[in-house]
């Protein structure tokens, strides 16, 4: 069965993700980001790089972004569909998230898609730069809005 994430979760992907990729001036009809997609697929290590280091002409925060444009939405589609069974019928007061290795808020953006008004409160990470750290923080900003 396919699942089908919320409007304002697709449109927050396509803004913050799909679009930055196509329409950044590097973006051409063969590559993505300056780069081939398969080198793409490399570059944000197949799901598992390590987003703290450049990439050749990429910087960390365009690794992450690449991250986020290949695997990010099979993830969410995946949790969104979890968490929609598993509080189908109850959401715990005062919940706490701990999203750890799951892409740039990929479990955070589950939730809210599943209805959970998550207040957002980050805490950097020794594995992400500041530049990808931003791209997380938009995230979660706009989802929230």
């Known amino acids: 069965m396919a699942v089908s994430l919320p409007e304002w979760l697709k449109e927050l992907r396509n803004t913050e993700i799909v679009r930055r990729v196509h329409n950044d001036p590097r973006s051409t009809a063969g590559a993505v980001l300056g ?60 919940p706490i998230v701990v999203d750890l290795g799951c892409g740039p808020f990929t479990g955070g953006l589950a939730l809210a898609g599943v209805g959970w008004p998550l207040p957002v409160r980050s805490m950097a990470s020794p594995h992400l730069t500041t530049s990808a750290w931003t791209v997380l923080k938009q995230c979660a900003v706009s989802a929230r809005g």
């Open 35 to 94: 780069i081939a997609r398969e080198a793409a697929m490399e570059a944000a290590g197949w799901g598992q790089a390590d987003f703290d280091s450049t990439w050749g002409s990429l910087t960390a925060e365009d690794r992450v972004l690449l991250y986020a444009h290949f695997f990010q939405k099979g993830h969410l589609e995946e949790l969104y569909e979890a968490f929609r069974q598993i509080f189908a019928d109850t959401h715990p007061d005062n």
